[in-house]
């Protein structure tokens, strides 16, 4: 008989205007707008968010996956950016209100090849839970692995 492995994660917020206060576990977070669209400025923004969730869950998973592999992964370097059109969020509903695009260039410490470098790319992209949720979106993913 096969056990339920499914893990749950919450989230307690509050909320003060446009910032937002989230209590996760025994951290908390703040994510706000820019004064430009009425917030404080006080946090990241939530698409900035959603980026940075985006490559701490690809470093993870680069991570679990270079154990299994016997990968030497000595580090990576991450930037990320990723373009909307703002008129879905604005209420047009025939634009998407979330990333088109998506552009990933990692840069990886290793003394691995570039074929190694390119499978464990493979594995994050088809394993890391918030990759595959922006790619199940539609989004247009533009990912670089390249030897640091």
């Known amino acids: 008989m096969m056990m339920n492995n499914k893990m749950k994660f919450a989230v307690n917020a ?5 910032a937002l206060t989230a209590k996760v576990g025994k951290h908390e977070l ?30 993870v998973t680069a991570n679990m996956a270079a154990r299994e592999m016997d990968f030497d992964l000595k580090g990576l ?15 047009d509903t025939s634009v ?3 990333f088109e695009e998506v552009t990933i260039n990692v840069k990886v410490d290793t003394s691995e ?17 918030i990759y595959t949720l ?3 979106a539609g989004v247009k993913m533009n990912d670089t692995w390249v030897k640091a």
């Open 14 to 18: 509050k909320t003060d205007g446009f």
């Open 30 to 59: 703040v994510l706000d707008e820019s004064e430009t669209l009425g917030g404080k400025n006080s946090g990241p923004n939530p698409m900035q968010t959603a980026l940075a969730a985006l490559v701490s869950c690809e470093n």
């Open 77 to 91: 370097t991450i930037n990320v950016s990723g373009t909307f059109d703002p008129r879905g969020f604005m209420g």
């Open 96 to 98: 998407q209100p979330y």
């Open 113 to 129: 090849s570039d074929e190694r470098i390119q499978l464990i790319k493979e594995q994050v992209e088809a394993r890391c839970p």
């Open 134 to 136: 922006f790619k199940a």
